[in-house]
């Protein structure tokens, strides 16, 4: 299985401040067809979890351009500028290149 | 819109069997594979089977197979996890996700807890 291995494991910022969070893979991503299937996702307090970016670097439909992913092969970031109330919450990157598709632990942020 | 609502969860004892299901809409369901996605009790997201866009195929993870079995019934654009032999460890939120090699839509969830 493809282990996602997440950090920090939580960070706290100031609103407004900018964070960033790494997500590495412990095989390559990039799947047969050439695509790399990394995503993003949010989890705020007592909600489902939410697309933020798939395919390393394509916001979801909806998402502010304040996220941005960037990455290749098995190293991946996630970058939140302006941080705002809203972007609080647990942050998973994910794998869609091989089964078992695979999560990693998750990172919460919380306000400084 | 698209929506996905999950049913189906409650408390089940130990060996005992659950079925959930999942209701979409605002999208054309026979379209897109689709999946199921559990969360244990504080704990992070586990990807559990997933279903092609006809149900000829389906995938599985390790600790489910041969004791789950994922469906789904494009007339009524609805999906379905029949899970039997259940054990503690599958107690968890259940959601019901469309899939596209990443999670884009995710149900409310349903919650079941497996327990003597």
């Known amino acids: 299985d493809v282990v996602m291995t997440q950090t920090p494991v939580s960070m706290s910022v100031s609103l407004g401040g900018q964070v960033s969070i790494s997500c590495r893979s412990s095989q390559s991503l990039v799947h047969n067809n050439g695509n790399t299937y990394l995503s993003w996702y949010i989890q705020k307090p007592s909600q489902s979890p939410q697309l933020l970016i798939y395919?390393?670097?394509n916001r979801f439909s909806g998402i502010s351009d304040r996220f941005s992913g960037s990455g290749s092969g098995t190293d991946f970031t996630l970058k939140i500028s302006r941080v705002e109330p809203d972007d609080l919450g647990v942050y998973y990157c994910g794998q869609g290149t091989q089964y078992p598709y695979t999560f990693g632990a998750g990172t919460k942020l919380e306000l400084k | 819109e698209v929506q996905l609502v999950e049913s189906g969860g409650g408390l089940v004892q130990p060996g005992r069997s659950l079925k959930l299901s999942c209701a979409a809409s605002?999208?054309?369901?026979?379209?897109?594979?689709m999946a199921w996605v559990r969360q244990a009790p504080t704990k992070g997201l586990e990807w559990v089977a997933s279903?092609?866009?006809?149900?000829?195929?389906?995938y599985y993870r390790d600790s489910v197979k041969g004791r789950f079995t994922i469906s789904r019934d494009n007339a009524k654009s609805s999906l379905y996890l029949q899970m039997d032999s259940l054990r503690s460890e599958d107690t968890a939120t259940y959601y019901c996700?469309?899939?596209?090699?990443?999670?884009?839509?995710w149900g409310q969830g349903t919650l079941v807890t497996v327990s003597s």
């Open positions: 996700t469309r899939r596209q090699n990443w999670f884009a839509y």
């Open positions: 395919k390393v670097s």
């Open positions: 605002g999208f054309t369901f026979s379209d897109y594979y």
């Open positions: 279903i092609s866009y006809d149900g000829g195929s389906t």
